[in-house]
């Protein structure tokens, strides 16, 4: 038997008890359900209505609301999620002959911009690694660590590689004299990504110091990765990578928190669009599966784009 209608209170109390009877919700999510539908029914209340009485209209005036009291597109998208979730619930218990939640939309999220750096921004970095190889008061350790750090930096704007795949290169990427380098990306699948002449010298001269303190310390050097890890065996973290690159940021006079391995990727990107690079060709040198993940860089591209309709149509305006 379907249940009788009830105060707004206790159909949302019928609601979170679904939730945690039959669906475990935690205690929190619980909560936010709670405020969220509690603040939807204060504002029902004023307007002399209720949650069993309230209209597709009533639910459109209570999401303009949120947004006119400053609430971002994705706080209103989750009060409207919350909203959908009761009244499919009381539709499907019987306390509602309809589900006027069913035919609204939520507000649509902004797209997140990668944060990229400009190609200055970058050249201060190499800038700084190359000054941190060069410096002769360091010990060997700290040598090789800088010298790690500028092939790392070099090989990741060159390339464009995800930071899991650049930790986890092989110390054979750095012996061949080959202008393409062998990926190994998501789900197992290779790609070519093509290494410029300073990305390759970067390599060879770390690798050189590298062989040749593993030669001091053992005649068989051990592990197979070109960025092997200074403490127990295996390669480099990303962690470490991330924390050695906003030290280096620090040291370039550029904000550590506008720094990191996944922005220097964006960096890649970003630069290539803006020299006329194919987005299609961007997509395979990132390993995307889907051009629609390479399409957020496509906001760089905007500039570019309306310079040369104004210069090359033949109807632009002078």
Same mark, same amino acid.
């Given at each position: 038997?379907?249940?009788?209608?009830?105060?707004?209170?206790?159909?949302?109390?019928? /609601?979170?008890?679904?939730?945690?009877?039959?669906?475990?919700?935690?205690?929190?999510?619980?909560?936010?359900?709670?405020?969220?539908?509690?603040?939807?029914?204060? /504002?029902?209340?004023?307007?002399?209505?209720?949650?069993?009485?309230?209209?597709?209209?009533?639910?459109?005036?209570?999401?303009?609301?949120?947004?006119?009291?400053?609430?971002?597109?994705?706080?209103?998208?989750?009060?409207?999620?919350?909203?959908?979730?009761?009244?499919?619930?009381?539709?499907?218990?019987?306390?509602?002959?309809?589900?006027?939640?069913?035919?609204?939309?939520?507000?649509?999220?902004?797209?997140?911009?990668?944060?990229?750096?400009?190609?200055?921004?970058?050249?201060?970095?190499?800038?700084?690694?190359?000054?941190?190889?060069?410096?002769?008061?360091?010990?060997?350790?700290?040598?090789?660590?800088?010298?790690?750090?500028?092939?790392?930096?070099?090989?990741?704007? =060159?390339?464009?590689?995800?930071?899991?795949?650049?930790?986890?290169?092989?110390?054979?990427?750095?012996?061949?004299?080959?202008?393409?380098?062998?990926?190994?990306?998501?789900?197992?699948?290779?790609?070519?990504?093509?290494?410029?002449?300073?990305?390759?010298?970067?390599?060879?001269?770390?690798?050189?110091?590298?062989?040749?303190?593993?030669?001091?310390?053992?005649?068989?050097?051990?592990?197979?990765?070109? /960025?092997?890890? /200074?403490?127990?065996?295996?390669?480099?973290?990303?962690?470490?990578?991330?924390?050695?690159?906003?030290?280096?940021?620090?040291?370039?006079?550029?904000?550590? =928190?506008?720094?990191?391995?996944?922005?220097?990727?964006?960096?890649?990107?970003?630069?290539?669009?803006?020299?006329?690079?194919?987005?299609?060709?961007?997509?395979?040198?990132?390993?995307?599966?889907?051009?629609?993940?390479?399409?957020?860089?496509?906001?760089?591209?905007?500039?570019?784009?309306?310079?040369?309709?104004?210069?090359?149509?033949?109807?632009?305006?002078?």
């Amino acid at each position: 038997m379907p249940r009788k209608a009830k105060p707004s209170a206790n159909s949302v109390e019928l /609601f979170l008890d679904m939730l945690a009877a039959e669906r475990g919700a935690a205690r929190n999510t619980i909560e936010a359900y709670r405020r969220d539908l509690a603040d939807f029914s204060d /504002f029902l209340g004023d307007a002399g209505t209720a949650i069993q009485r309230a209209t597709s209209d009533d639910i459109r005036a209570y999401m303009a609301g949120l947004s006119a009291r400053g609430f971002q597109a994705s706080s209103v998208a989750r009060r409207l999620s919350s909203i959908r979730q009761l009244y499919r619930f009381l539709y499907a218990e019987g306390i509602r002959k309809d589900d006027p939640a069913a035919v609204l939309e939520g507000p649509r999220r902004a797209v997140a911009l990668p944060r990229i750096l400009s190609v200055a921004d970058v050249d201060r970095l190499l800038e700084a690694s190359q000054a941190g190889m060069q410096d002769g008061t360091g010990s060997p350790a700290e040598r090789l660590r800088a010298a790690r750090l500028h092939c790392l930096l070099e090989v990741l704007y =060159a390339t464009g590689l995800r930071v899991s795949e650049l930790v986890a290169l092989p110390v054979s990427a750095a012996r061949r004299d080959q202008r393409m380098l062998v990926v190994r990306g998501k789900g197992g699948k290779e790609r070519l990504v093509p290494l410029n002449q300073r990305a390759r010298t970067a390599m060879a001269d770390y690798l050189s110091q590298l062989e040749a303190a593993k030669a001091k310390n053992s005649p068989q050097p051990k592990g197979h990765w070109l /960025f092997p890890s /200074f403490g127990e065996s295996g390669h480099l973290t990303r962690q470490q990578f991330a924390r050695d690159l906003k030290s280096l940021a620090a040291r370039a006079g550029l904000p550590a =928190a506008k720094v990191s391995p996944h922005v220097l990727r964006h960096a890649f990107a970003s630069h290539l669009l803006q020299n006329g690079a194919d987005l299609r060709v961007v997509q395979t040198l990132l390993g995307h599966a889907d051009i629609s993940t390479t399409q957020i860089y496509t906001h760089v591209l905007d500039e570019r784009l309306k310079s040369l309709v104004r210069d090359l149509h033949p109807l632009a305006e002078d």
